[in-house]
């Protein structure tokens, strides 16, 4: 029995629907299958991990907060995807962006403010930024490999904050623990109660962006630029559309953006710096990116679906004694299912008896 | 202390020899395989679990490359039978082994493992300073420059690697001649896998005997970079893993050499070697567009 590919006329557009629902339903089972080989009881898993979380306002508000930065990333990851950029650093812009916009509380904690929140956010944009645009000027300028620069970066980057909250940032009064002092009461992002569900001004951000992009990717040039680029840089080329400042302004932003959720987080959760400060969003969001098919909507879909993987993992760590580990896994899981389900988007897929297409026709 | 210094670099390079020579032939044959880290990190916990369970660290070693050869397979299927974005899958097994070993991992963390003993000849291993260094080594030493020596001699020595060749530069006319482009893509992403499944269980079985989550630590990322170091070069790819090697464990002499920069920095030099090495590889075009793949990382749907 092989598989064969058979090439549709056109996209399927029912298919774009269906093919992500196919996904999450096949990982479903996956996950299933994981908890019932760990020896429990696949129902009560798939409950724990999918569905309970999402049970209490608690949860809501825990899904709400993990979505926020995921959804602000592949926000940005998805521009970049599409003008055929590979940014896989964005877990370092994120780190890099949270430590430029910190300065002004480590550094100065005296300067109390309504300005320092606004200066952090744009410090971390800015140092999210900077950041990515080295792997993007090593692109344009030496033809380097972007995949392979803008992850070693990430370990640069978070090696970088490792040595600040242990060395020079380190808090006198963190009796010796790796965390710089806890920042101002003007540089913390209170959450605001909307009927009892306490929501921070980042999500609002999020779905602000959302907005914005789904609006720039369908109706202006600029999106239009970043999609001809994308499919065919010949095409984008006699446009009269710059390649290289397209790499460079994909970066720029997708690294901005990572370097706001960055900080968004750290102010509003953590809010101080210490040697981790994001279970991983950065690579997360890549799996969101591709899930919600690079569409900003979708991403918003996406990040929520993938956050409450997170929860689950989590909840099934308090009430099974399982790895979180499970979480990453069913992500990973879940990327390979969405990949291969958009196949059906341009193929057919037939199944052909016997070993090869020759004895098949014959 | 220069001895053991040797010895450290060798131990620190083998992984990284081992992982990327697969990959060169993955690369070779036309397929970007990404997902090095995951393919490496399952070696490792399989590596372990199988030599805890059996007590022998060679089968745990075979148990790791069975691992890493399964896990290529995801991909494989994923990319060559369903013509998904290589880049992206490849990101997706990284995930998935992180994740699946982890999971396999946890019964095992803080478990002493079995460690697999180094070659001891008599009169060659006890010869002065170099004894030790040539004849001293544990077995995948040698099969890391077995494996090199092999490779090179398949890819331009015989007819199969030619057709491999020909595949990952012009898969439409080897398509048109006759050979299977598919399967000969399979055969060289298991052997990719196979490969980093090695060097995965060459750290949990010969460098430190122990089962650590992500004990790869980006090991298969910077073999990636490797495989671009060398131009898809076998030879050069030995001196690319010792040179990467060296800068790696630095760390661990930075001391006795009276190097007093911050830990956090040295551990740096690696990921910063690499990316100095790309630019500086990268913008020698003379020296990879020859040697690079012109399919590299694109689809094949054969046409009927």
């Not at chain 2, 001699?153 to 990952?168: E, N, P, S």
């Amino acid at each position: 029995m092989r598989v064969e590919l058979v090439k549709r006329p056109e996209m399927s557009r029912t298919m774009m629907l269906v093919s992500p629902l196919i996904a999450v339903g096949l990982t479903v089972v996956v996950a299933a299958a994981v908890f019932a080989v760990q020896g429990f009881d696949p129902l009560q898993g798939l409950w724990l991990f999918f569905l309970e979380p999402l049970t209490s306002l608690w949860g809501l508000e825990q899904l709400i907060t993990k979505a926020t930065p995921l959804v602000i990333v592949a926000l940005g990851l998805s521009v970049c995807y599409l003008s055929n950029n590979w940014n896989i650093g964005a877990e370092g812009q994120l780190t890099i962006g949270a430590i430029v916009g910190s300065i002004p509380p480590v550094l100065f904690p005296h300067f109390v403010s309504p300005l320092v929140l606004p200066l952090m956010l744009i410090l971390a944009a800015a140092g999210g930024a900077a950041y990515a645009s080295v792997p993007a000027l090593l692109k344009t300028r030496f033809g380097t490999n972007e995949i392979l620069t803008s992850l070693m970066l990430v370990y640069c980057s978070t090696l970088f904050l490792d040595w600040l909250v242990r060395g020079p940032w380190r808090s006198p009064q963190g009796y010796n623990f790796p965390i710089t002092i806890d920042f101002n009461e003007s540089a913390i992002l209170n959450p605001w109660s909307i009927g009892g569900v306490y929501v921070n001004l980042s999500a609002f951000v999020a779905l602000a962006l959302v907005a914005i992009l789904a609006v720039v990717m369908r109706s202006t040039l600029k999106g239009f630029e970043i999609r001809v680029l994308g499919q065919s840089p010949r095409a984008g080329a006699f446009a009269g559309f710059s390649h290289r400042r397209m790499t460079l302004f994909a970066f720029a932003l997708s690294g901005a953006f990572a370097g706001l959720a960055g900080m968004m987080v750290v102010m509003a959760e953590i809010q101080k710096l210490q040697p981790v400060i994001s279970p991983g969003y950065g690579f997360t969001a890549i799996i969101v990116a591709f899930l919600g098919r690079l569409n900003p909507v979708g991403i918003l879909v996406a990040g929520l679906v993938i956050a409450s993987s997170y929860l689950g993992g989590e909840a099934i760590q308090t009430s099974l004694q399982m790895s979180s580990k499970v979480a990453t896994l069913i992500q990973g899981v879940l990327l390979f299912f969405v990949l291969a389900c958009d196949t059906l988007i341009l193929y057919r897929v037939r199944l052909v008896g016997g070993p090869s297409r020759e004895t098949a026709r014959a | 202390m220069l001895e053991a210094f040797i010895l450290t670099v060798i131990t620190a390079s083998t992984p990284l020899l081992l992982a990327a020579i697969g990959e060169l032939v993955v690369e070779r044959s036309g397929v970007l395989n990404l997902g090095v880290e995951g393919m490496m990190v399952m070696g490792a916990v399989a590596g372990f679990a199988v030599t805890n369970v059996t007590g022998s660290p060679l089968l745990g070693i075979l148990g790791g490359l069975v691992a890493g050869a399964a896990v290529s397979l995801l991909f494989g299927f994923v990319t060559l039978t369903l013509v998904a974005n290589q880049v992206a899958s490849g990101l997706a097994l990284t995930l998935f082994g992180l994740g699946l070993s982890g999971l396999i991992g946890e019964a095992y963390v803080g478990t002493p493992g079995l460690r697999l003993p180094a070659l001891d000849l008599p009169g060659l291993t006890d010869l002065p300073v170099v004894g030790r260094i040539l004849f001293g080594q544990d077995v995948l030493v040698y099969v890391s420059f077995a494996l090199v020596a092999a490779v090179s001699w398949f890819l331009f020595r015989t007819r199969a690697g030619l057709v491999l060749r020909a595949i990952g530069d012009n898969h439409g006319s080897a398509h048109a001649l006759g050979y299977s482009v598919v399967g000969v893509r399979y055969l060289a992403v298991m052997f990719g896998g196979a490969c980093a499944g090695l060097g995965g269980a060459y750290l949990s079985v010969a460098y430190t005997p122990q089962w650590v989550e992500n004990m790869s630590a980006g090991r298969g990322w910077i073999a990636l970079a490797l495989v671009v170091f060398s131009s898809w070069l076998p030879g050069r790819l030995v001196i690319g893993a010792y040179l990467f090697g060296a800068v790696s464990i630095l760390n661990l002499h930075a001391q006795a050499l009276g190097i007093g920069i911050p830990s956090q920095f040295l551990t740096m030099l690696p990921y910063l070697a690499t990316i100095v090495v790309l630019v500086a590889i990268s913008g020698n075009r003379r020296a990879t567009a020859f040697n690079t793949p012109a399919c590299l990382g694109k689809s094949f749907v054969p046409d009927r």
